[in-house]
């Protein structure tokens, strides 16, 4: 169904993958120092052998994030069968996230969703498997510097399973098993150091230096998509909760759970609340949620099906009892209600790339001079398809443009030849965005005029200027 879908951010990260492959450098525009303006270091250098071979970059990234997202619910399955032997039907959270559209979108959007799902579920199934704590630690280093290559503030899942894992070892008194969490300490120092040495600044990724955390958080607009995310996934919440009910004391691995989930909900949350459609950062939390779920929801498709075991008739008795039953089934009808609406918003944005970004990219790329500069809002297909110097006008790849405020004499410093501005409308320029409107105003900016305008999809238009000859 979201085959087609593809976010212009993921085009960004195919950009810095193509220009690692040429020049061996990750930098945005060739020649310029590196810059941190990718989403994934991780899924950045997996596509690197792509373009060394030759292949179609959109296909392989389709391909690895679908390959991603199929493992990781094997490996879900695998670890709710580990974890709660007498279930009878361990696979029962890998079957309810498969139908979510959250996870079937983002199998397909080119970004490393899928990849960080596959993290995230080989960690869960480390953690159900009957290692000694040496074995776990050295297993999950690796999982978790792998983690931290994926998302850059995964720095603070991180350190927060290892703060866990350390309070763990110190309650049993294994005094001298404590060394071994320096492995992975060790390991994501090292590099978070190589990333200051070579972009010169731990906090380059443009996700963390647009945003300061909990500027976000308490901003309309992220306010509104944590409150729509607790909406939409309270179904998972509600039930992971009346799993942990029902257990007199968690096991120390089920409070790893729960930890697991309390950082990647809360580092999401203060990092990225308004970014991503179809809760693309927030959504790899349900994973340990939806772990700790599945004894309720085994007990629960075990009553369905008419096995009625004497332990789901009592629970469902004592959700009857306490009103719950229905709000429960109701809510878990929402992920699949959604679905028909989250399939026309993704293939309406679909069809805006396809009308406006990608052609608009493919056109500067045919018909402006290779040495050509062009100024533009929205950098990923634009950028990737025309190969030109892009000049980023929201500062994602050029921070310097966010110091002391936005400064759009900076865009103009680089003597662009073109300018592609996102407009409210086809005829009359009305700028989308702030920074656009900045630019607009800028007296330099006369010296410019109309060469067409893209429609995207009814929702906006990208007016491409070209300087006055």
Excluded at 134 to 142: M, P
Excluded at 169 to 187: A, E, M, Q, Y
Excluded at 263 to 280: C, K, N
Aim: proline share 5%.
């Amino acid at each position: 169904m979201f085959f087609r879908y593809i976010v212009d951010d993921a085009l960004i990260t195919f950009r810095y993958s193509r220009n690692l492959a040429e020049t061996g450098i990750i930098t945005y525009n060739i020649g310029e120092a590196p810059v941190e303006g990718y989403s994934t270091f991780l899924f950045m250098l997996l596509l690197v052998p792509a373009f060394w071979m030759g292949f179609d970059v959109v296909i392989v990234s389709n391909i690895i994030t679908g390959i991603s997202a199929h493992i990781a619910l094997i490996l879900l399955t695998s670890a709710s069968a580990n974890y709660f032997p007498k279930a009878h039907f361990p696979y029962i959270a890998s079957l309810v996230l498969a139908i979510t559209p959250s996870y079937a979108i983002h199998s397909v959007s080119g970004m490393e969703t899928s990849v960080y799902l596959l993290i995230i579920s080989m960690l869960l199934y480390s953690y159900s498997m009957d290692f000694t704590p040496k074995t776990r630690i050295a297993v999950n280093s690796f999982l978790l510097l792998f983690l931290c290559l994926a998302r850059i503030e995964a720095v603070l899942v991180a350190g927060a399973i290892l703060l866990f894992d350390l309070f763990a070892l110190l309650g049993r008194k294994r005094i001298r098993d404590i060394g071994v969490i320096l492995i992975p300490g060790f390991l994501i120092a090292a590099y978070n150091l190589w990333r200051y040495f070579y972009f010169g600044s731990f906090l380059s990724s443009p996700t963390i230096y647009k945003r300061s955390p909990f500027e976000g958080l308490i901003s309309p607009l992220g306010l509104e998509r944590s409150l729509e995310f607790l909406m939409f996934y309270s179904p998972y919440i509600l039930m992971a909760i009346i799993s942990l009910l029902e257990v007199e004391k968690p096991e120390e691995r089920i409070l790893r759970l729960l930890v697991l989930f309390a950082a990647l909900w809360g580092v999401t949350l203060l990092f990225h609340p308004t970014m991503g459609f179809e809760f693309r950062f927030t959504f790899p939390s349900l994973l340990p949620l939806m772990l700790i779920a599945v004894p309720f929801l085994s007990k629960l498709l075990g009553y369905a099906v008419t096995i009625r075991t004497s332990e789901a008739k009592l629970l469902l008795e004592k959700l009857w009892r306490f009103r719950l039953l229905l709000p429960i089934i109701v809510l878990l009808a929402i992920p699949v209600v959604r679905l028909p609406r989250s399939y026309s918003l993704a293939m309406n944005y679909t069809d805006g790339m396809e009308s406006a970004h990608i052609p608009l990219g493919i056109w500067l790329g045919e018909n402006a001079p290779t040495e050509a500069i062009a100024a533009v809002d929205d950098i990923g297909a634009i950028g990737f398809y025309s190969k030109l110097f892009i000049v980023d006008t929201l500062a994602l790849v050029i921070p310097e443009l966010l110091e002391g405020g936005y400064n759009a004499s900076i865009v103009f410093d680089y003597d662009p030849d073109y300018f592609v501005i996102a407009s409210m409308d086809g005829d009359d320029f009305i700028p989308v965005f702030t920074k656009g409107e900045a630019i607009a105003a800028h007296p330099e900016f006369s010296n410019y005029t109309k060469i067409d305008a893209y429609e995207f999809s009814n929702e906006y238009y990208l007016w491409l200027f070209g300087r006055q000859t």
